[in-house]
């Protein structure tokens, strides 16, 4: 299939080599998957280098290319306050089977209803990029009830923060409550960093822990269920299992013990979604939809202004 990278940055195309077995960037995806990666568009000069090292045709003109490429997939890696103008404009491609767009998905929830009611209208299926949601221990764990989880994050509840608010609705359901603890501006001047107490259907003591981007980069997260417990660490690469056990420790008593450790399948998201966006095109279910993205970014507005 013909797939266009929207976004020559980071997760776009820049933290790859072609070739690895488990990429990091859409245009790596694409590639590993097989798909025929026909364009590569930004409108920095990087784009020439980029789109040479990936067989690519650059393009800073995203209309022309729909035009000259007549894309079936589509990625956007760019920032949101661009994207929604370009997705929207992407719809006019009658080739366009799937898009996928990288979180969050618009500004404000007002922005991300426009774009998941003109999907829906043209009946193009919308991915968001809700990473976590293509990692194998996230999709074992989705369901299964739990006391308590704590999720530390850094770099505003809207970019970063909405990793952990989608993470939760997969894993636990509906969002029931929300009580903002603090704030902190680390990133984003628009948007806070929060620490919060949230309940969702599944686990009702979820803290949102509000760490400093200007420290450094963190997110891990400990879930404690009656006679478990998993902590995933090291950028979301290492989970550990602890199981419940009688007569251990002292005093002897019952104790959650570490049983397993493992990786988490998190260095396989990014071919999970291009995998997935390929099933998609072909009539599969979306996992993570722009209504999912819709009420992750609802909840962190709520957080935000809270």
């Keep these: 299939m013909r797939a266009a990278v929207v976004g020559a940055g980071a997760i776009g195309a820049a933290l790859d080599v072609p070739g690895q077995p488990y990429p990091l960037t859409h245009a790596g995806g694409y590639q590993a998957t097989g798909c025929n990666l026909v364009a590569l568009v930004d409108t920095s000069d990087s784009v020439v280098q980029e789109a040479a090292r990936w067989g690519a045709q650059p393009y800073r003109d995203f209309t022309r290319m729909l035009a ?7 990625s956007f890696a760019v920032p949101e306050a661009v994207r929604s103008d370009l997705m929207l404009q992407a719809l006019i491609c009658d080739s366009l089977r799937v898009v996928i767009a ?15 009611d003109a999907y829906r209208q043209r009946r ?22 739990a006391m308590s989880a704590t999720i530390k994050y850094a770099k505003g509840v809207a970019h970063n923060g909405s990793h952990a608010i989608d993470l939760c609705r997969m894993l636990f359901g509906d969002c029931l409550a929300t009580r903002v603890l603090s704030k902190k501006h680390d990133f984003w001047s628009g948007d806070p960093t929060v620490t919060a107490h949230l309940t969702f259907s599944g686990c009702p003591d979820v803290i949102l822990l509000g760490m400093d981007e200007r420290c450094f980069t963190l ?12 902590v995933v660490d090291q950028d979301g690469r290492r989970a550990r299992w602890f199981e419940l056990q009688d007569r251990v420790g002292i005093p002897p008593g ?14 396989e998201a990014m071919l999970r979604l ?31 202004e809270g």
């Design 219 to 230: 997110f891990e997260v400990d879930i404690v269920g009656s006679d478990w417990r998993v």
């Design 254 to 267: 019952k104790r959650l013990v570490p049983v397993a450790e493992r990786d988490s399948g998190g260095g």
């Design 274 to 304: 291009i995998r997935h966006a390929l099933a998609v095109a072909t009539g599969a279910a979306v996992a993570c939809t722009g209504e999912d993205a819709l009420a992750a970014l609802e909840i962190a507005r709520q957080l935000s």
């Design 68 to 74: 000259e490429c007549q894309p079936e997939l589509i």
């Design 102 to 116: 990288e979180k969050p998905l618009a500004p404000t929830p007002q922005g991300a209803q426009a774009l998941v």
């Design 124 to 145: 193009v299926p919308l991915i968001v990029n809700y990473s976590r949601r293509f990692v194998p221990v996230w999709q074992e764990l989705a369901g299964r009830p």
